[in-house]
């Protein structure tokens, strides 16, 4: 078998230039692994900040759409704003009805839908009914016991805003959703800016194959904002 010449002329640098070669994929390797590693925990810790930051914040505006899939489909679609501890409203739809509610602190206002006066209920929260649950505390639905699986998923552009996304299966703290579901999948928007969450879409389902399953879209914004919430007249 005949040699090039340049191969058997240069063949005694081979050796180290290979040796050479080998370190730097080696490093090349370790370091992306590294650096791969070291992304995954940055991401993780913007997501924990942005998850205190929501639960920590004084006030925020909310959208809330919910579809509870099935023979009987229950579909809801309010909006409103939260002040911190105890105040809060909405207005929108339920089962294709308008509602409209307010509560502060242990009193909850709301509007009869046919004559448009408000009613009063006496130390009724509303916002702890478990039917209601998800359209007056938007925030129930982000407490978890703990998230076995988190991914970063990159930036991505929402309604003109550069936001990070995430995708996570977390067990859920939440009497409603564990009643009635055990298999959670959410896909969550944070602002790398003032990281709170931003949006959130929820899909929760039964894991023995049962076709009903509920869908949630979230969306929250006007963080720390200085918003009134008085009792209606």
Request: glycine letters at 4%.
């Given at each position: 078998m005949l040699t090039p010449r340049w191969?058997?002329?240069?063949?005694?640098?081979?050796?180290?230039i290979a040796v050479v070669l080998g370190v730097l994929?080696?490093?090349l390797v370790l370091g992306g692994m590294f650096f791969s590693s070291r992304s995954q925990i940055d991401a993780q810790k913007t997501f924990d900040t942005a998850l205190?930051?929501?639960f920590a914040s004084k006030s925020f505006r909310f959208t809330v759409e919910s579809k509870l899939l099935g023979e009987n489909e229950f579909y809801s679609k309010v909006e409103g704003e939260r002040v911190m501890p105890d105040k809060v409203h909405i207005k929108g739809t339920i089962l294709k009805t308008p509602v409209e509610f307010t509560q502060i602190q242990n009193n909850t206002y709301m509007r009869d839908p046919f004559s448009g006066k408000w009613i009063t209920l006496n130390?009724?929260?509303m916002s702890q009914a478990e039917l209601f649950v998800t359209e007056l505390n938007p925030l129930s639905n982000f407490n978890f016991k703990d998230i076995p699986e988190l991914s970063y998923r990159g930036e991505e552009q929402i309604n003109g805003e550069t936001l990070l996304a995430y995708e996570l299966r977390p067990n859920v703290e939440n009497i409603f959703l564990e009643e009635q579901f055990n298999d959670f999948f959410y896909k969550v928007w944070v602002d790398p800016k003032g990281k709170t969450i931003r949006q959130a879409?929820?899909?929760a389902n039964k894991t023995l194959g049962d076709v009903n399953g509920l869908e949630i879209f979230i969306k929250m914004w006007d963080y720390n904002r200085n918003l009134k919430i008085d009792i209606p007249q």
């Open positions: 191969l058997m002329l240069n063949r005694h640098r081979i050796g180290p994929i080696f490093v205190y930051n929501t130390d009724v929260r879409t929820i899909r």
